[in-house]
């Protein structure tokens, strides 16, 4: 049994087949995903797939790239969503400085404020960081959230992870930790202490090998299971389960 604790099954490129990927996810093991939003209307979406099936999870929020489209009214419309069961965590967001597209003073404030509504209404936050640590870090510990937060698909430093552990908070890992070229971040996949890591699809990108380049989906996270168990030189059941019983510790869910 494992938790895909990212994903966005939403996503049009899954219009034609959806079920048959719902189908091969629940063969492989995945018995739990959480969907996480971008947008408001992503976020609405997340919400309606968990309430349509009973394995899926709802996390809500703007992301960097949108957050110069985000008001008054988007904040409202979130608040009125976490009202509804199985919304987990607010989130995806944070700070992207590689693609910039949204300006950084405006990507900074949505940040905050996606925090602070966090705080209130006592969701964990997912958070979205690219290419932002210091900014982020800064953020975090000027206005730290009070339910704690998951690092998604963690691609920084074991010196910065050091830094977010000590905080609180979780690192998740995505594909990525496959990939070649990966050395920083299967240090910290193998240095993180095993109660605090998670693992993603980030569907439908960031495919892990053997499949990178092609379109991701929830039942490939296995192949993020393999490799951290392979790095850990732990099993892969016990990587399955410990990281299945931190996402329902984060997520507060049974
Ligand atoms: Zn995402």
Avoid at 216 to 235: F, Q
């Amino acid at each position: 049994m494992i938790w895909d604790t990212h994903a966005h099954l939403d996503d049009l490129v899954y219009k034609e087949d959806f079920l048959e990927v719902v189908e091969r996810m629940k063969s492989a093991g995945i018995s739990r995903m959480t969907n996480v939003g971008y947008d408001l209307p992503s976020s609405e979406r997340s919400v309606k797939l968990a309430q349509d099936y009973d394995f899926i999870y709802a996390a809500i929020g703007v992301h960097p790239h949108n957050a110069e489209e985000a008001n008054d009214d988007t904040w409202e419309r979130l608040l009125e969503l976490v009202k509804k069961s199985k919304v987990l965590a607010w989130g995806e967001i944070g700070l992207d400085y590689y693609r910039d597209l949204s300006p950084r003073l405006i990507q900074k404030e949505v940040f905050i404020q996606q925090i602070k509504l966090a705080n209130e209404v006592g969701l964990p936050i997912v958070i979205h960081n690219r290419d932002a640590h210091q900014d982020v870090l800064e953020i975090i510990k000027t206005t730290p959230p009070q339910y704690g937060g998951i690092f998604h698909c963690y691609s920084g430093s074991w010196e910065m992870a050091k830094v977010l552990l000590n905080m609180g908070f979780y690192l998740s890992f995505a594909g990525p930790v496959t990939y070649k070229n990966a050395r920083q971040t299967v240090e910290v996949a193998k240095q993180a202490p095993l109660d605090r890591i998670l693992v993603e699809t980030d569907s439908p990108y960031l495919t892990p090998e053997p499949r990178r380049g092609k379109r991701n989906e929830p039942t490939y996270v296995v192949e993020i299971v393999h490799k951290i168990a392979e790095i850990r030189n732990a099993s892969f059941e016990d990587i399955a389960e410990q990281t299945m019983r931190n996402a329902k510790t984060i997520f507060k869910s049974n």
